[in-house]
């Protein structure tokens, strides 16, 4: 039976190491946020709505047409993504648009395609 090389089997704990990663560990509270975040972005759909609002700004009407989905269904994904603050809408007279939130979430999205794409 060989040894597993990508297990380590020092006993030496490097002290300076983790009390520089500790200083630098988020709350409990932000972990659970961003793994909420996460979880979110972990649906199909709504990665493939957030690509589509990456290209454009786009009303309910003309996702649907591009997801060949219903509108009621792109509405509801919508919801859970502008609760969440990863997308936000600005209304033009009958017509409601949709964007993504901010570049934050424009960076994180298109970090994570460039990432995927170059994995392949």
Same mark, same amino acid.
């Given at each position: 039976?060989?040894?597993?090389?990508?297990?380590?089997?020092?006993? @030496? @704990?490097?002290?300076?190491?983790?009390?520089?990663?500790?200083?630098?560990?988020?709350?409990?509270?932000?972990?659970?946020?961003?793994?909420?975040?996460?979880?979110?972005? *972990?649906?199909?759909?709504?990665?493939?709505?957030?690509?589509?609002?990456?290209?454009?700004?786009?009303?309910?009407?003309?996702?649907?047409?591009?997801?060949?989905?219903?509108?009621?269904? @792109?509405?509801?994904?919508? *919801?859970?993504?502008?609760?969440?603050?990863?997308?936000?809408?600005?209304?033009?007279?009958?017509?409601?648009?949709?964007?993504?939130?901010?570049?934050?979430?424009?960076?994180?999205?298109?970090? *994570?395609?460039?990432?995927?794409?170059?994995?392949?």
């Amino acid at each position: 039976m060989s040894k597993n090389e990508f297990t380590c089997d020092c006993n @030496i @704990i490097h002290e300076d190491i983790v009390r520089d990663t500790l200083s630098k560990m988020p709350s409990e509270d932000s972990f659970n946020k961003l793994a909420e975040f996460f979880k979110i972005l *972990g649906d199909t759909t709504r990665t493939r709505i957030l690509f589509a609002l990456d290209q454009n700004e786009m009303c309910v009407c003309d996702i649907a047409n591009v997801l060949g989905m219903t509108k009621s269904s @792109i509405s509801h994904q919508l *919801g859970i993504l502008r609760r969440s603050g990863i997308v936000k809408c600005r209304k033009e007279g009958k017509e409601v648009y949709y964007m993504l939130d901010d570049d934050h979430v424009k960076e994180l999205f298109e970090v *994570g395609i460039e990432h995927i794409e170059h994995k392949i």
